[in-house]
Every structure is written in structure tokens, then in C-alpha cells.
């Protein structure tokens, strides 16, 4: 153990007094060090300059009684050591330095707490305001949602009577399509009659190939005929052009539907979402990703479109229809009419024919006693196969 700045009053590390009368030697110089020691501070007080305590031991001159013939130390006592180094005397403080220390420290801690309640109360305002933002947002979502589903329902029930409608309208379509070419198939049936009544007549022999009003009427019937036949069938395939319009229109409409339900069926599930919900997870960047391809006037301009697009085509359906139903009465109308003068004109003419043959058999009737008294007195010049007695019918 080292006595480093022992006390000049201790006891045990004074000199041995020898002799009160003998004259003390002269001192020695001192011992010259380095001060190579660095003061301490405390942790946070470093830019406090190094200070010397106030108050510190001051060395006193004692003079010491040193024997010429021996040495004043015993070798069992430890050797006096002075505080010469001013340095080891820096570690000291004074109360007043103790008791500034003791308040910067409690003026820190005090600074801290001030500083960490401030950013908890900052901390507790911004969650308040951040949970207020949150619940204002998601009852606004909720509101445009509630909005959505509306405006999809309202769009659902446009679509889904205006594709109810266009369906009815080409179920009617086929029934007109389906009249208009049976009504042409059947038509074959009387245009072979009246060829067949053109095809006889021409068996007729000699001045009886007239060209008399039967012929006349016949061939306007089968010109008719094949005319009404033509136009039906004409009809028939505008219709059918119709209905693959249509058909188009309606898929248009069965698909704008399929997503409209699709939608809905996702906009209620996020309607009914809550924060208490279970499955609920959360996607990184879901925020940003746009993958919209319209706005809410162009989705409803879209199916406002698909609308007005099936009432065109419903519109041009009953316009056919309407023309089908006015070609048929108008055919049925001019066939009749045809079928009615072809059948007085075969009247007129089996009357005419009935009275020419009536007046012929009259005449021959009358000239028949003049051939015959004739053949009876020449039967040579009677023809082959004539009875004498009996007119040659």
C-alpha cells in the first residue's frame, strides 16, 4: 500500500526527531513528474472545463531532525510521501461543485420527463386524430359503397327488364320467321295447281288454244305466287339478320349483367366488413394499384349504352314484325283476290264453252237430217264408223 498525499499532521508518516538542538540540513530540491493525469467528469458534463477544487490540503513546512551519524527512518516505517503532484488533487470536489452536479442532474431528469410526457401527449393526440381520420374515412366508404350497391341494383333491374323484353321480342321474331316460311312452303302447293291448270290447257286442240282470260289469270297467279314467294323469303332473311342482331344485343346485355352481379357480390362483401371481422388481411400496395378502366359516368354511359343499343334492336324487330304481319294480309289479300278471278274467269269460260258446244250440238242437230237422208241415198260417201240414223256425236 503507496501513502500517495498523506497529511504532513499524521503521526505515523512524520520524520523522527533526533535532536531539538541540531540544525536541520538543507532541503533538496523536490522531485520533478509529469502531470500526466486528466481530470474526471461525469457522464453529460463534458463540456465543463477542468476546474481545480477549491479547496485542498496545503503542505506545511515542517522541518524535519536528521542525524549525521544514522538516518532518521526506521525501516518499519513507511517512508513520507508529500503531495507534490498537484494533479492527484484534481479529483476533489467542494460541496458547492456536489451540489450543482446533483441539481443539473435533477434539472435533466426533470427536462426528460417534461420532454417524454409532451411526446406522449403528442403521441396520444395523433392516434386520437389518426383513429378519428380512420373512422370519418371508413363511414364515407361505407356511404359510397351503400351508393354503389344502389346505383348496380338500379342498373341490374334496367338491365335485367330490357334483356326480358328483347328476349320476348325475338321469341316473337321466330314465330313471324317460322310463319313467313311456312307460309312460303305452302305456296307450292297452289303454284303447282295453277301450272298444272297451264300445263292442260295446253292439250287444248286446234282454235281452242286461245289465250283467253283463264290463261291470263293463271299466269298472273303463278307469277304472283313465285312473287309472294320471293318476298317472304326476302323477309325471312332480314329477319333472321334481325335476330342475330339481336342475339348480339342480348349477349351484350347477359354479360354487362354477369358483372354487374360480380360487383355487387364484392361490393356487399366489403360493405359488410368490419374491423372485427375474422379473414381479414392485409395486401402491401393494394393502395396504389389502379386497375380501373372507367369512372362512374363512363360505367354508367356503358351500360346506358348497351340499353339504348337493345331498344334499337327491339325497335327494328317490331318494325319487321309489323311488315311481316302487313306482307302477309297484303299477299293473303292479292292471292285471294287472284284465286277469286281465276275462278270466275274459269267459270265465264266452261259457261262460254258449255253454250258454244250447246249451240254446235243445236246445229248439228239440225243439219244432221239433211247429211243423213243424203248418206242414205249414197252410202258410199258415208264416213267410216257412221251410223245412218244416228247423228256423229
Not at 520533478?32 to 453529460?44: D, K, N, R, V, W
Not at 274467269?345 to 258446244?357: G, L, P
Request: contains cysteine; negative net charge; aromatic residues 8%.
Amino acid at each position: 500500500m503507496e501513502f500517495l498525499g498523506t497529511s504532513q499532521t499524521a503521526s505515523y508518516c512524520g520524520p523522527k526527531k533526533a535532536c531539538a538542538f541540531r540544525a536541520l540540513p538543507p532541503a533538496g530540491p523536490a522531485p520533478e513528474t509529469q502531470e500526466c493525469y486528466q481530470p474526471y467528469s461525469l457522464p453529460g458534463y463534458l463540456y465543463l472545463k477542468s476546474w481545480r477544487p477549491s479547496l485542498f490540503y496545503k503542505v506545511s513546512n515542517a522541518q524535519t531532525c536528521v542525524d549525521e551519524r544514522a538516518t532518521c527512518r526506521s525501516p518499519l516505517r513507511p517512508p513520507t510521501i508529500l503531495p507534490a503532484l498537484r494533479s492527484a488533487l484534481f479529483c476533489r470536489y467542494s460541496p458547492r461543485d456536489w451540489d450543482k452536479s446533483n441539481d443539473l442532474q435533477m434539472r435533466g431528469a426533470e427536462a426528460s420527463r417534461l420532454w417524454a410526457s409532451r411526446l406522449t401527449g403528442d403521441s396520444m393526440r395523433l392516434m386520437q386524430d389518426k383513429d378519428e381520420l380512420t373512422r370519418q374515412m371508413q363511414e364515407g366508404t361505407c356511404r359510397n359503397l351503400g351508393q354503389r350497391l344502389s346505383d348496380i341494383g338500379f342498373w341490374k333491374s334496367e338491365l335485367g327488364y330490357e334483356l326480358e323484353r328483347l328476349l320476348n321480342e325475338t321469341h316473337s321474331m321466330e314465330t313471324v320467321k317460322r310463319r313467313l316460311e311456312c307460309a312460303a312452303e305452302e305456296l307450292n302447293c297452289p303454284l303447282q295447281v295453277a301450272l298444272e291448270c297451264l300445263y292442260h290447257r295446253e292439250k287444248r286442240i286446234g282454235i281452242d288454244l286461245v289465250h283467253d282470260n283463264v290463261e291470263k289469270n293463271l299466269i298472273q297467279e303463278v307469277d304472283l305466287l313465285k312473287c309472294c314467294q320471293e318476298h317472304m323469303r326476302k323477309l325471312a332473311q332480314r329477319i333472321d339478320i334481325q335476330m342475330r342482331d339481336n342475339r348480339d344485343a342480348q349477349h351484350a346485355l347477359e354479360r354487362d349483367l354477369e358483372d354487374k352481379s360480380s360487383a355487387q357480390f364484392i361490393d356487399e362483401k366489403c360493405y359488410n366488413l368490419r374491423n372485427t371481422s375474422d379473414c381479414i388481411t392485409f395486401f402491401h400496395g393494394m393502395e396504389k394499384v389502379d386497375g380501373t378502366v372507367s369512372v362512374p359516368e363512363t360505367w354508367a354511359k356503358f351500360s346506358n349504352d348497351n340499353i339504348r343499343h337493345s331498344q334499337n334492336m327491339r325497335a327494328n324487330s317490331i318494325r319487321l314484325r309489323e311488315e311481316a304481319e302487313n306482307l302477309l294480309e297484303t299477299l293473303s289479300d292479292q292471292m285471294w283476290k287472284q284465286f277469286t278471278n281465276t275462278n270466275l274467269a274459269f267459270s265465264a269460260r266452261i259457261s262460254e264453252v258449255t253454250d258454244v258446244k250447246n249451240k254446235l250440238q243445236t246445229q248439228l242437230a239440225k243439219t244432221f237430217p239433211e247429211t243423213s237422208v243424203h248418206y242414205l241415198e249414197h252410202p258410199q260417201d258415208a264416213p267410216e264408223g257412221c251410223v245412218l240414223g244416228l247423228p256423229n256425236v
